[in-house]
């Protein structure tokens, strides 16, 4: 196990891996798998990319073990890159995130778009100095992932669909639940923290705050101009888009050119993404949006937010 | 507070294309400042003084652009009252290095960017300063480093030789992040700067007296 005396979360750790997701807010966290797309993202004003080997789409279309990404691919990206540099590792699997804090990735993403590899611990995330984010569909999920140590959250939404409803969906219900935190008395929390099977403290400090105690961002179907819009005026601070911006479906990488004029347009939303004017000439500007597939139309057990808990 | 929030003093802009605006915005307010969000050109013909927040520069660099605002800052940090932090002082700077890219060119001063390393490097040091108050708490994230300055810039404080914290006439910048600590002093030191103007509405512009003549960087 790691070692705790050397963590980050020790005096100073969380307020600096907390501070490096202030730094993205009001940007786009984009998915790519080369040094391409890497050179894309960055020419189109991403603030940061995640380092996989496949899209989402691709590992939903094509199945097997999703584990983190080869060294030689993450390194590339990161030689390629002068932003922020990301990569998952499986739900649980602290070895992963190991190898990937000895690289030097400058934030974590314990995803559930990969194969699990643990049915019941999340990675102690307190245990290094790299910082974590972590999807959730509902407050009490954010609320655990944040007391291991997360220092974002995403919202899960369904991964390499290209369809937002579910991003929309936990994106809502976390607002709700911290709203509904707000207005309750003080004896009434203790109540709402066996609810939201979440630690007393971090209830107490939403209810108080109205918001979460660290970035909350939206990922999970994002694949226009107007989804990213729509996630930020439902209060995401930030975006990730991943196989809506490199994919035409779930096995066809668009054409680069293409790719390109998606992620600017993307970028633009999200800085300008309550202003109607600028949407509309961004949704202009980008053509060829995803195919998709519809998240009503799936098999249940197909879906990747089920897990992790 | 500090200052009177009638229709004379003078309005603190903050750039809001992407970063850490927010903490920014309120920094200010909680010193009394009245302050507005930046994103397009007529923004920011309506405010007083600036601030260019941490974030990514690069995102920055390629929003201003495509808003057609880049021109239309690179004259107003020429004159008016300006803070950069971070990504800020980046932009700031009259030569960028790792990798080399455009900035505003106001600044006398070269800065490379990621100069300390990756995010594990970050870190929250505290140093002294030439402002009064002793030691003060510095918040760096990838941060970046002045590399070396040129005439006209006075260096406020220093990290290992190097300068963090310089003025140069009516620009600010610091390579750490003021704005996630809670000490207030060089929000209220820029503040300073904002009331050294001459007259707080926009058409009376700050007279600039430099020795050199900052460089502007091509397009």
Same mark, same amino acid.
């Given at each position: ?60 279309? %094509? ?6 990404? &080869?060294? @030689? ?5 990161? /030689? #390629?890159?002068? !932003? ?71 919202t ?44 007393? %403290?971090?209830?107490r400090?939403?209810?108080? &705050?109205? @918001? ?5 961002? /939206? #990922?999970?179907? !994002? ?5 990213a ?14 196989s ?63 897990r992790?808990? | ?34 302050t ?114 040129g ?16 003025r140069?006439?009516?620009?600010l ?27 707080a ?17 091509n397009?």
């Amino acid at each position: 196990m790691t070692d705790h005396k050397n963590n980050g979360s020790g005096g100073h750790g969380l307020r600096l891996k907390v501070g490096l997701a202030e730094m993205l807010k009001g940007g786009v966290i984009m998915d790519v798998t080369d040094a391409q797309q890497a050179e894309i993202a960055e020419r189109a004003g991403a603030v940061a990319v995640m380092a996989l080997e496949r899209v989402p789409a691709q590992i939903r279309a %094509e199945g097997g073990v999703a584990r983190m990404a &080869s060294i @030689k691919k993450i390194k590339e990206i990161m /030689s #390629a890159s002068s !932003i922020p540099v990301m990569a998952k590792c499986r739900i649980g699997h602290f070895v992963e995130a190991q190898v990937l804090q000895e690289l030097g990735i400058d934030f974590i993403d314990e995803s559930e778009v990969l194969t699990p590899a643990d049915e019941l611990h999340h990675v102690d995330k307190h245990a290094f100095k790299t910082p974590f984010v972590c999807g959730a569909r509902d407050l009490g999920e954010a609320l655990r992932r944040i007391a291991e140590g997360a220092a974002m959250i995403r919202t899960k939404g369904e991964a390499g669909t290209g369809d937002v409803v579910h991003a929309v969906k936990h994106l809502r219900q976390i607002v709700k639940d911290m709203r509904q935190l707000t207005v309750m008395g003080e004896e009434e929390l203790y109540a709402a923290a066996k609810e939201h099977r979440a630690p007393y %403290e971090l209830i107490r400090m939403v209810a108080k &705050s109205g @918001k979460l105690p660290v970035p909350n961002f /939206s #990922a999970g179907g !994002i694949a226009t101009p107007a989804d990213a819009a729509l996630v930020r005026q439902l209060g995401a601070e930030a975006v990730f888009v991943g196989s809506g911006i490199f994919m035409s479906d779930s096995t066809t990488f668009a054409p680069p050119k293409e790719a390109e004029i998606r992620a600017r347009a993307i970028v633009r939303a999200t800085t300008f993404f309550d202003d109607p004017k600028v949407l509309a000439e961004a949704s202009e500007e980008c053509t060829g949006a995803m195919k998709g597939l519809a998240i009503s139309a799936m098999d249940p057990s197909s879906m990747m937010q089920t897990r992790g808990w | 507070m500090t200052r009177s929030s009638h229709a004379a003093s003078p309005v603190v802009g903050v750039l809001a294309l992407q970063g850490d605006y927010a903490p920014h915005a309120q920094a200010l307010e909680e010193i009394g400042v009245r302050t507005k969000m930046v994103r397009t050109k007529e923004e920011l013909a309506q405010v007083d003084a600036l601030v260019l927040p941490g974030g990514e520069s690069t995102t920055f660099l390629k929003l201003l652009d495509r808003e057609g605002l880049f021109v239309p800052l690179q004259s107003f940090v020429q004159t008016r009252p300006t803070f950069g932090t971070c990504a800020g002082c980046i932009l700031l700077a009259k030569k960028v290095l790792n990798p080399e890219q455009q900035s505003l060119g106001v600044l006398n001063a070269t800065v490379e960017r990621n100069a300390y390393g990756r995010q594990n490097d970050s870190e929250i040091l505290t140093e002294e300063t030439s402002l009064p108050g002793g030691p003060l708490e510095m918040v760096f994230i990838r941060a970046p480093r002045i590399a070396d300055v040129g005439d006209g810039v006075e260096v406020l404080a220093r990290r290992s030789g190097a300068p963090i914290l310089v003025r140069e006439q009516n620009v600010l910048a610091a390579t750490f992040h003021p704005e996630l600590s809670e000490d207030r002093r060089i929000h209220r030191y820029f503040l300073q700067m904002v009331e050294e103007l001459p007259d707080a509405s926009h058409t009376s512009h700050y007279k600039k007296t430099a020795v050199a003549q900052p460089v502007r960087t091509n397009l």
